[in-house]
């Protein structure tokens, strides 16, 4: 294995986080929706869940990605981009007057703490040899995404 053990170490934590996060929104919605500062009531406590759900989903992930983050660096990717959009779409809100500052904040623990170790994480993964190794290929070829620059 060819890779930091602090990388599969924050997988490991971003796994815990997302997991214990998840699990809260769906075991107790109105509470969780208090807590990210949402004055107005739930409406929609089964899409609220699923967004719960869906957070407890990235957490197996990153667990699963925590084992060789090399290898699976596509679901660090993923989550990468994830909460590069969910800071984008909060801030969003708050800009235009829908989120109040103090749900901003949770942005910073759930989104913006992750994006950049995800980041370092998908970039040595990419230039560890140059390659990419496609298993079901069975010979190396370059990065789908050489165009990219990254």
Same mark, same amino acid.
């Given at each position: 294995?060819?890779?930091?053990? $602090? /990388?599969?170490? @924050?997988?490991? +934590?971003?796994?815990?986080?997302?997991?214990? $996060?998840?699990?809260?929104?769906?075991?107790?919605? =109105? &509470?969780?929706?208090?807590?990210? #500062?949402?004055?107005? #009531?739930?409406?929609?406590? *089964?899409?609220?869940?699923?967004?719960?759900?869906?957070?407890?989903?990235?957490?197996?992930?990153?667990?699963? +990605?925590?084992? =060789?983050?090399?290898?699976?660096?596509? @679901? %660090?990717?993923?989550?990468? %981009?994830? /909460?590069?959009?969910?800071?984008? #779409?909060? @801030?969003?809100?708050? *800009?235009?007057?829908?989120?109040?500052?103090?749900? %901003? +904040?949770?942005?910073?623990?759930?989104?913006?703490? $992750?994006?950049?170790?995800?980041?370092?994480?998908? /970039?040595? +993964?990419?230039?560890?040899?140059?390659? &990419?190794?496609? !298993?079901?290929?069975?010979? !190396?070829?370059?990065?789908?995404?050489?165009? &990219?620059?990254?």
């Amino acid at each position: 294995m060819n890779h930091s053990r $602090w /990388k599969s170490r @924050l997988l490991i +934590a971003a796994a815990v986080h997302c997991g214990l $996060w998840g699990l809260f929104i769906v075991g107790w919605p =109105d &509470l969780s929706f208090q807590v990210y #500062g949402y004055t107005d #009531g739930l409406t929609n406590t *089964l899409v609220w869940q699923g967004c719960g759900f869906a957070i407890f989903m990235y957490g197996l992930g990153y667990a699963l +990605a925590s084992t =060789d983050p090399y290898h699976h660096y596509g @679901l %660090v990717l993923i989550g990468a %981009v994830a /909460k590069t959009c969910g800071t984008l #779409g909060v @801030l969003y809100g708050y *800009l235009s007057g829908q989120f109040l500052l103090y749900s %901003v +904040a949770w942005v910073f623990v759930n989104d913006i703490l $992750w994006i950049v170790p995800f980041a370092f994480i998908v /970039k040595d +993964a990419v230039h560890s040899d140059g390659t &990419l190794r496609t !298993e079901q290929a069975g010979h !190396e070829s370059s990065v789908w995404f050489d165009w &990219l620059g990254v």
